[in-house]
């Protein structure tokens, strides 16, 4: 069933704001990408390729969820999941900076889902 598919997007957010527990790999490629990207360096380009393949993750994830009536039809998969990786790293910048309740920009993304 496609409500673990929901559940496990919903509960992504909140584990991938960078800390102690998070998901090192997650963090250290928005991370990569942020730092060299601005100098041409070869490894943004690999990071780069490493964040389209989960979006291509989660794409199927949506596309899955829309087949078995989850979430609306309307919505296109590759658009889905394009925002909530986007979503995702900015909610890495953000949870950076002093002062910003990351774990609170983390349930608004999780409760976007729902609205789906």
Do not use: W
């Not at 991370?31 to 060299?36: A, H, R, S």
């Not at 389209?52 to 590759?78: C, T, V």
């Amino acid at each position: 069933s496609s409500h673990g598919a929901m559940e496990a997007l919903k509960r992504y957010p909140g584990l991938a704001i960078c800390r102690e527990e998070a998901p090192a790999k997650a963090c250290m490629l928005s991370k990569t990408l942020l730092e060299l990207q601005a100098h041409g360096h070869p490894l943004a380009k690999r990071a780069s390729a490493h964040l389209m393949g989960m979006e291509e993750q989660f794409a199927a994830l949506f596309a899955q969820m829309q087949n078995e009536g989850e979430i609306s039809a309307a919505h296109d998969p590759k658009s889905l999941a394009r925002r909530y990786q986007s979503d995702l790293l900015g909610l890495r910048v953000s949870a950076e900076r002093e002062g910003t309740d990351a774990h609170a920009i983390a349930r608004e993304i999780a409760e976007g889902l729902s609205r789906l």
